[in-house]
């Protein structure tokens, strides 16, 4: 097989393979791998007080965030692409901690505007043993729609041990915890599934709330990971998939990262687009790219100008043609819709063509000039 080198591939798989492949409706995603940048191509990256970096669920190093539940908290800039009426979100979180911890809050710095998630106990004053609660609340008044998932079986969530949450706001609210869908309780209001097109809302933290007006910071106690941010609500069978991906990061087994180059230590396929990549790299769709470089192309096409090469009569050549309704040593159609081309091979054959065009306009050159110098020679006697 020829070796292809796409020059943006460095860059590229930042997005594609250390974070997953990011689909366009997730407008916000970040996997804290040694930084709190937004990894879904919208630039709205965090700002880290007080937080460590600490190992994820796969035990790769610096790939998740650890909080103290006291004053750390990440600060994110507030986008207008979060003013949406549905949507869902989804993070990983490890706690122990059973009093009100706040994972992630958009929130009014001058109003009591919020859309917030609560795990542990007296997140909302109207529940009985919550586990997770949606907060929300309009610009006037806190207290808007309160629903929760109560459980006495606290380990289910606050067991020191990584789980998964989505929460997806649609027609209704709804709950997953671990890729499985919980029973939801109202405490207040209704479960109208309001996301966070509220008026007020300005701000955007993950790890604490920050409703100024009323002086209300509640941090969260424990780790977080892989926040993402979708502008619609996410199917059942996309909330399973995202409890039940592996993390793949630069340090990891698999994947590891030497200034702008990446390696894949493990030797596999990687996909684009496709879930059975047949090559080292399988796209499937259209590339776009500054250059390609195709690297160690054997048989390039120069031996077509040695002196002991066998190039095809012209005659033999029309026949080749006639018969066969195509070029000597090029794929037909069938041949290429059933198996494709290889980018430096065919360069290289349409190369020998071209040679070989040459070599016959050559000789055609060479035998019009004798025609000539006969014609003349006649005309002169």
């Known amino acids: 097989m020829r070796k292809l080198t796409l020059l943006f591939l460095a860059t590229f798989f930042i997005v594609n393979v250390f974070g997953q492949t990011i689909p366009t409706d997730c407008i916000g995603y970040w996997p804290f791998n040694n930084n709190a940048n937004d990894e ?61 911890n706040t994972v992630l809050c958009f929130g009014g710095t001058n109003s009591l505007a919020r859309f917030s998630i609560e795990v542990g106990d007296g997140s909302t004053g109207y529940l009985t043993n919550e586990l997770v609660t949606i907060v929300t609340g309009a610009a006037s008044t806190a207290t808007v729609n309160r629903i929760g998932y109560e459980s006495t079986n606290r380990d289910e969530l606050l067991d020191g041990t990584w789980h998964h949450i989505v929460v997806v706001a649609g027609a209704i609210y709804k709950l997953y915890i671990d890729g499985e869908e919980k029973l939801l309780t109202m405490g207040a209001g209704t479960n109208n599934g309001q996301f966070t097109d509220i008026s007020g809302i300005d701000n955007f933290r993950i790890g604490s709330t920050n409703i100024n007006s009323v002086g209300e910071n509640v941090f969260f106690n424990g780790d977080i990971d892989d926040v993402r941010i979708y502008n619609r609500a996410l199917t059942d069978e996309e909330i399973v998939d995202l409890a039940t991906e592996t993390p793949v990061v630069p340090g990891s087994d698999a994947w590891s990262a030497e200034g702008d180059n990446i390696f894949n230590s493990n030797s596999g ?7 059975n990549p047949t090559y080292q ?62 980018v430096g091979e065919m360069n290289a054959k349409l190369l020998q063509k071209v040679e070989e065009l040459t070599l016959y306009t050559i000789q055609q050159q060479n035998l019009i000039e004798a025609l000539v110098n006969r014609v003349e020679q006649l005309e002169n006697k």
């Open 269 to 275: 396929n990687v996909g684009i687009g496709t879930e």
């Open 281 to 342: 790299l399988s796209v499937k769709g259209t590339v776009g790219c500054g250059e390609v470089i195709i690297e160690d192309v054997s048989g390039w096409a120069d031996f077509v100008f040695e002196d002991d090469y066998n190039l095809m009569s012209l005659k033999d050549l029309e026949n080749y043609i006639k018969a066969n309704k195509h070029l000597p040593e090029i794929p037909t159609t069938a041949e290429v819709e059933e198996k494709g081309i290889s």
């Open 40 to 100: 879904s191509g919208n630039g709205i990256d965090g700002e880290l007080y007080n937080t460590i970096f600490t190992v994820d669920r796969e035990e790769n190093s610096n790939s998740a965030l650890s909080f103290n539940g006291t004053n750390s908290f990440i600060e994110l800039a507030y986008s207008s692409q979060f003013v949406i009426p549905n949507g869902a979100i989804s993070c990983w979180i490890k706690t122990s901690n059973d009093s009100r």
